[in-house]
C-alpha cells in the first residue's frame, strides 16, 4: 500500500516520455528475472519477464534488457502514461533453487 | 475469475494473541508462498510450498508457521504475534513448482501488532 513506497528511489517523467527503469543483482547463477509493477494498494502484477539465454524481450510498450556481464536489468516503458505510476520491481531466481529474491522498488510517477 | 485471496485485509491485533491469515487461490497452482513486504527492505519470502504437505523456510521465518493440507490453501499462521511483525503480507501462487513462471499475487493482508 501507501507505504511501500516510502525510502524507495523514485523516477518522475512527463506523461509521453520514456522511462527506464534500472536493477542490479548480484547472483551470477540467476537464470530468470521478472519485472513487477506495484500499484498503491494492490499485490504485485507481473510485467515481463527474460531468461538468461536471451538480452532483450519485448511486450506491449515494455521492453527488458538483461546485461549478464555487469549483472543489470532494466525494464523501458514507452510513452509512459499516469496509469504506469506505481513502484516496480525486479526479481531474480537462481537456477538451483525454486524461490524468488526480489529488489526493493523503484517509484514511478508520471505527471500529466 | 483466477485469483488469489486472502483474508482478512486488515488486522490489528496485541502481541501475544494467536492469529491466522487465509490464502487460497483457483488456480490449481502447486508452488504457494508468503512474503512480507517492509518500507526500505522490498519483499522478503517468509515461507513457501512445492505442493501439499510439503513447505519451507523462506528468508525471514521466524515468528511464523505454515500449514498446506490442501492444494488450494496455505494458511500463514502467527502463534505469539509481536510488534516487529507489523507488516503488509503477500500470498503467491505459481503454477508448475515455481520454476520459471510468473507468480500470482494476492491483494495483501496488512497487520499491526501492537
Known amino acids: 500500500g501507501e507505504s511501500v513506497g516510502l525510502h524507495l528511489p523514485t523516477l518522475s517523467v512527463q506523461e509521453g516520455d520514456n522511462s527506464i527503469i534500472n536493477c542490479a543483482y548480484s547472483n551470477s547463477a540467476s537464470d530468470y528475472f521478472i519485472w513487477y509493477k506495484q500499484e498503491s494498494g494492490k499485490g504485485p502484477q507481473f510485467i515481463i519477464d527474460i531468461r538468461s539465454n536471451m538480452d532483450k524481450r519485448q511486450g506491449q510498450r515494455v521492453t527488458v534488457l538483461l546485461n549478464k556481464t555487469v549483472k543489470h536489468l532494466s525494464l523501458q516503458i514507452a510513452a509512459t502514461q499516469p496509469g504506469d505510476s506505481a513502484v516496480y520491481f525486479c526479481?531474480?531466481?537462481?537456477?538451483?533453487?525454486?524461490?524468488?529474491?526480489f529488489g526493493k522498488g523503484t517509484m514511478l510517477l508520471v505527471s500529466p | 475469475e483466477a485469483q488469489v485471496t486472502q483474508n482478512p485485509r486488515y488486522l490489528i491485533t496485541v502481541t501475544g494473541k494467536k492469529l491466522t491469515v487465509t490464502c487460497s487461490q483457483n488456480?490449481?497452482?502447486?508452488?504457494m508462498s508468503w512474503y512480507r513486504q517492509d518500507p526500505g527492505l522490498g519483499l522478503r519470502q517468509i515461507y513457501y510450498?512445492?505442493?501439499?504437505?510439503?513447505?519451507d523456510k523462506g528468508d525471514v521465518p521466524e515468528g511464523y508457521k505454515v500449514s498446506r493440507k490442501e492444494k488450494r490453501n496455505f494458511p500463514l499462521i502467527l502463534e505469539s504475534p509481536s510488534p516487529n511483525q507489523t507488516s503488509l503480507y503477500f500470498c503467491a501462487s505459481t503454477p508448475e513448482g515455481g520454476t520459471n513462471n510468473e507468480q500470482f499475487f494476492g491483494p495483501g493482508t496488512r497487520l499491526t501488532v501492537l
Open positions: 488456480m490449481n497452482h502447486e508452488y
Open positions: 510450498s512445492m505442493n501439499v504437505e510439503v513447505t
Open positions: 526479481a531474480e531466481k537462481d537456477s538451483g533453487y525454486s524461490t524468488l529474491t
